[in-house]
């Protein structure tokens, strides 16, 4: 009996040079000034230079958002079915464009003072599918760039280098519009929403001209209704979307008040406030390759739970610091962003572990199923996040106080809101995370099970 031939080699994708990955990441430049201003900048903005009440600013985000919800679905399925010369997803970022020009343009650039509530909802509707279909494509064009396990990795580092960069260059645009004399905070948002108009064209032209996208055949349907309440029994898929629920209502509601905090409370204008939030998301930036580390050592569940502890003490000790000197308070945020990113690469992570596991048990490849009702979990916390506007307005807080101030009462429950529930947010994330059943050790031994079978399929 001579022994079985060791299956065929599988091809080798080529490898994609760095100004190749660095043309298809500055999409990521405009889209995610979309990402920090949708949550942050838009709804201050509204509430105070357009003279909204907060809780039609609230409402109106809310419900653009349950509504952007199932948006996901139904864009996924139709890229999965899109088949052109040009490629699956590049033809979907082109649509994106026009969509999100335009409606950059009449959210920051062409509202005015006095504005109605439908104003905000058509426009921010309009924004959100667009928001999604760009999103969508360029990851789905990414997955596609480099299939293979390590230069995927690569890509994903490319785009989220970019993201930040993204991120940190919408913040402090406002704040150097301000300090050098060109206008005041509201300029700056209209410059923010000029900057996005002019960036995505040249961006995403240059992704299209310099970026290929290698065509696939065949679909990646998305799953059935029972396919999606069947993951809902899971333990590890229950745990994982509640923790990521959590993580992701505590920074949307430290988004969503930062201004009105450090403005009221702390003393701090727009300007200051700005540059604070990108000391906080370079801390997480920092912080980043510790998590990562650790969680090969403690493993993910429990690196995950650590910095959700973590998370909640440092964020108190940040927010409870004294005001009035920007340099500690500077330095303390930055401190309290250095566990920022765990939650995000860390819940990702965990979940494709979690897709290992249902493949081994069905011989269905659900991930990403999977990452897709994660991704629904994020949108529902950022939604949840928007509640304490709804709560602020009943006790009476004014965006922009009258002369004399807000009350007491509105100011302490301003406090609880940005203070405390976040840090029970971020330390009750730990908690669920309790007796998480796919450890290190079960998801070897799944995968060695899974390459086993992998590398004879014929065998049960």
């Known amino acids: 009996m001579t022994d079985a031939a060791p299956p065929a080699p599988r091809p080798t994708a080529p490898r994609r040079s760095n100004a190749v990955l660095a043309a298809f990441s500055t999409v990521c430049l405009p889209l995610a000034a979309f990402g920090v201003a949708l949550p942050v900048t838009l709804p201050d903005f509204y509430a105070t230079f357009v003279g909204l009440e907060l809780g039609a600013v609230a409402a109106m985000f809310m419900i653009v958002r349950v509504i952007d919800i199932t948006f996901d679905p139904f864009i996924g399925w139709a890229m999965d079915r899109t088949k052109s010369r040009f490629g699956r997803y590049r033809p979907w970022l082109v649509l994106a464009t026009p969509i999100l020009m335009l409606a950059a343009y009449m959210m920051f650039v062409a509202v005015q003072p006095g504005a109605p509530p439908i104003f905000l909802f058509a426009w921010l509707l309009v924004l959100y599918l667009g928001f999604s279909i760009g999103t969508l494509s360029q990851l789905g064009w990414a997955a596609v760039l480099a299939p293979e396990y390590d230069q995927r990795s690569r890509v994903y580092g490319w785009w989220q280098v970019f993201n930040i960069i993204g991120v940190v260059l919408i913040l402090i645009l406002p704040t150097v519009v301000e300090k050098t004399g060109i206008g005041d905070y509201a300029a700056g948002v209209r410059i923010m929403g000029w900057a996005i108009v002019i960036a995505l064209p040249v961006t995403v032209g240059l992704a299209l001209l310099a970026v290929p996208e290698p065509v696939t055949s065949g679909g990646q349907p998305h799953g059935s209704l029972g396919a999606y309440v069947s993951l809902f029994r899971k333990p590890v898929v229950r745990k994982l979307l509640f923790a990521d629920l959590l993580l992701g209502i505590a920074p949307g509601i430290t988004g969503s008040l930062l201004f009105f905090f450090f403005g009221q409370i702390k003393g701090y204008d727009h300007a200051q406030a700005g540059p604070l939030m990108v000391l906080y998301f370079i801390g997480g930036l920092c912080g980043a390759p510790f998590w990562a580390w650790l969680a090969t050592r403690v493993g993910k569940d429990r690196g995950l739970a650590i910095a959700g502890i973590s998370s909640a003490v440092l964020y108190l000790g940040a927010t409870l610091a004294p005001g009035h000197n920007f340099v500690l308070t500077a330095v303390v945020m930055f401190i309290a962003g250095l566990p920022y990113a765990a939650g995000l690469f860390l819940t990702r992570a965990m979940m494709a572990d979690a897709g290992d596991e249902e493949r081994y048990e069905t011989g269905v490849d659900r991930t990403g199923?999977?990452?897709?009702?994660?991704?629904?979990?994020?949108?529902?916390?950022?939604?949840?996040?928007?509640?304490?506007?709804?709560?602020?307005?009943?006790?009476?807080?004014?965006?922009?106080?009258?002369?004399?101030?807000?009350?007491?009462?509105?100011?302490?429950?301003?406090?609880?809101?940005?203070?405390?529930?976040?840090?029970?947010?971020?330390?009750?994330?730990?908690?669920?995370?309790?007796?998480?059943?796919?450890?290190?050790?079960?998801?070897?031994?799944?995968?060695?099970?899974?390459?086993?079978?992998?590398?004879?399929?014929?065998?049960?």
């Open 369 to 460: 199923l999977m990452l897709s009702i994660l991704s629904a979990t994020t949108k529902i916390g950022h939604v949840v996040a928007l509640v304490p506007y709804l709560i602020l307005q009943w006790v009476g807080f004014k965006a922009i106080p009258p002369l004399g101030g807000n009350s007491e009462m509105s100011l302490i429950t301003l406090q609880v809101l940005f203070v405390l529930v976040p840090a029970l947010l971020m330390a009750a994330s730990a908690w669920v995370l309790k007796g998480y059943p796919l450890t290190a050790q079960r998801h070897n031994e799944i995968r060695q099970a899974l390459d086993a079978r992998d590398a004879n399929p014929e065998t049960p």
